[in-house]
């Protein structure tokens, strides 16, 4: 029998993935997407979140990509308003975005009254704030970070 070449393997090995239920990420990232379009009332081609980790917690930032002022106050009018949810313990949003099992989500939510969340206004957008004097909660931040970023892909990136 005559080898296969790797193409042909690798075909075979992302068929049997599919069949065998192993996630693709970049299904994962497009429903991630549309849900997050049901969610975020700004346009997630137009705009770029960034996630820095600090020691303390961390900061998410969203800026329109131009000056396009309709998109900065949509930006700036969500950002207010979920940290408002934030600080409340309603992380809805971004379960019904990444899902119940979302990493971090539940030690945020369980956690909510020791973690300071706070907004402001930036050029172009807004910030998130998060901090806590909370080893596991900083680690559940962090992880809740990880994962919006691997779930929007080119809409998000890491600050390090």
Do not use: N
């Amino acid at each position: 029998m005559q080898s296969r070449g790797h193409g042909t393997r690798l075909a075979l090995l992302l068929l049997l993935a599919a069949a065998c239920g192993a996630p693709d990420p970049g299904q994962r990232q497009a429903d991630v997407a549309a849900a997050g379009a049901d969610v975020m009332p700004f346009d997630l081609d137009a705009t770029t979140h960034v996630f820095e980790k600090l020691a303390d917690g961390g900061l998410q930032t969203v800026v329109a990509d131009t000056d396009d002022p309709e998109q900065i106050a949509l930006v700036r009018s969500h950002l207010s308003f979920e940290a408002e949810r934030f600080s409340a313990g309603d992380f809805h949003d971004p379960a019904a975005i990444h899902g119940d099992d979302m990493a971090g989500l539940h030690a945020l939510v369980m956690g909510h009254e020791r973690v300071a969340v706070t907004y402001r206004e930036v050029p172009r957008g807004g910030e998130i704030r998060y901090a806590s004097s909370d080893p596991a909660l900083v680690a559940a931040l962090h992880q809740w970070f990880d994962q919006q970023v691997d779930d929007h892909g080119e809409h998000a990136q890491a600050h390090h």
